[in-house]
């Protein structure tokens, strides 16, 4: 069975860089069938596609968070990770990897991680 | 960016049945994308609930539907338990945005 973590820092100070990684296990990164992407929830609010990454190394971004966003994969590793340089406040948020997969017309994420807490803070 | 509008709550006895509305637009659902809707339980991770508007994956109870119509999804939970008590959160794609969107969630409450 298909299992993913989250690992990295749970303290980031503002102005600096948000790193996280997310480890697959029970299956192989390098499917070409998957994306394997980032989601984030602020403390009592909604969820928010931060973006995906597919083994090859394309990627695929929010455009909101694009500026500020970096995704990278190691596929010797079964690993995917995410950058988030100069956060603020405002991106404190548990962070989510998952699996994309899909049909016809539209990603869904199934597994999810457990999901990390990060906060900003000095 | 919640361009997916849901009740912010819906509530119903043991045993009812409640629908949860996914209301979007014609550059999301109204233009062919799939829903896709999560069950979040207090303090845990989104749960895929429904892919593709109507599918199940396997080990979810058929308790559980999804419906799309225009440019709006459904999702019913027939046979309301208390173990249902939790957050519900439709998915799709839209294309205006260039992103993955969620909704703005409901929670269900069992009285």
């Known amino acids: 069975q298909l299992q993913l973590q989250e690992s990295g820092p749970g303290l980031v100070k503002p102005s600096e860089t948000l790193s996280l990684t997310c480890t697959v296990s029970g299956g192989s990164i390098t499917s070409s069938r998957y994306y394997w992407g980032w989601v984030r929830q602020p403390p009592g609010k909604g969820l928010e596609w931060i973006g995906n990454i597919y083994y090859s190394g394309g990627t695929f971004y929010n455009p909101s968070l694009k500026s500020r966003v970096s995704m990278s994969v190691d596929t010797s590793n079964d690993q995917f990770s995410l950058k988030l340089s100069s956060v603020t406040a405002a991106d404190t948020a548990v962070y989510y990897c998952a699996r994309e997969d899909y049909l016809t017309a539209g990603n869904w994420f199934d597994p999810w991680g457990q999901g990390t807490l990060v906060t900003v803070s000095s | 960016q919640s361009v997916l509008t849901q009740p912010p709550s819906v509530s119903g006895a043991p045993g009812q049945r409640v629908t949860i509305s996914c209301t979007g637009s014609?550059?999301?659902?109204?233009?062919?994308?799939?829903v896709h809707w999560y069950q979040q339980l207090p303090g845990t991770a989104p749960k895929l609930l429904i892919y593709?508007?109507?599918n199940r994956p396997s080990g979810v109870p058929d308790r559980f539907s999804g419906s799309k119509s225009g440019t709006s999804a459904s999702l019913a939970i027939t046979g309301l338990q208390a173990e249902d008590e939790a957050d519900y959160y439709c998915?799709?794609?839209?294309?205006?945005?260039?992103?993955?969107?969620f909704g703005t969630g409901t929670k269900v409450t069992v009285l």
């Open positions: 014609s550059s999301n659902i109204g233009t062919g994308y799939d």
């Open positions: 593709g508007n109507t």
């Open positions: 998915q799709s794609f839209d294309s205006r945005l260039s992103i993955y969107v």
